[in-house]
């Protein structure tokens, strides 16, 4: 299953009713076959500009974040649990990017100077590779003065 990030934008409203909404967010989790990696609470802010959910016109929101997996088949009925939601302004889900695991570092490379380094002398046998134009000054321009010749 993959891993997904959903930053949440709650309405204002009091500790009991935060934790409705993220409870009901966390077993619609739960019930599409999915389980929850971690819920971070960044705080009451302003948003950059109004947003209207609902019906009613918000300039704040409480911010949380929901990392979770869940089967991709059951991601639109998720969302779909989350737009319906009235506690919710606005939600959205990323799919999170799984680190490579083909890249391989040591020390030793990373403490050489930049033109020493493996990866780097593989870039600069590239470009010496590549024809590159550049732009050469004619003097045949047809000005009788030329400010850098004496």
Not at 7 to 24: C, D, G, I, Q, V
Not at 48 to 73: E, L, Q, R, W, Y
Not at 80 to 109: F, W
Not at 122 to 130: I, R, V
Request: net charge positive; hydrophobic share 35%; glycine share 4%.
């Amino acid at each position: 299953m993959p891993t997904y990030e959903m930053p949440l934008l709650l309405r204002l409203a009091s500790k009991a009713e935060y934790a409705t909404t993220l409870k009901n967010v966390a077993n619609s989790i739960f019930e599409t076959g999915g389980f929850i990696r971690k819920i971070e609470n960044w705080g009451n802010k302003e948003l950059p500009c109004k947003a209207v959910a609902h019906g009613k016109t918000n300039t704040h929101a409480g911010h949380f974040m929901f990392c979770f997996d869940m089967p991709p088949s059951q991601l639109i009925r998720f969302e779909d649990d989350c737009k319906r939601n009235i506690g919710i302004i606005r939600a959205q889900i990323y799919r999170q990017n799984e680190p490579c695991s083909n890249v391989q570092c040591t020390l030793h490379e990373e403490l050489l100077p930049p033109p020493y380094r493996p990866s780097v002398i593989k870039l600069m046998e590239e470009a010496k590779k590549h024809k590159r134009h550049k732009a050469k000054f004619e003097y045949g321009n047809d000005v009788n003065y030329h400010p850098f010749l004496k």
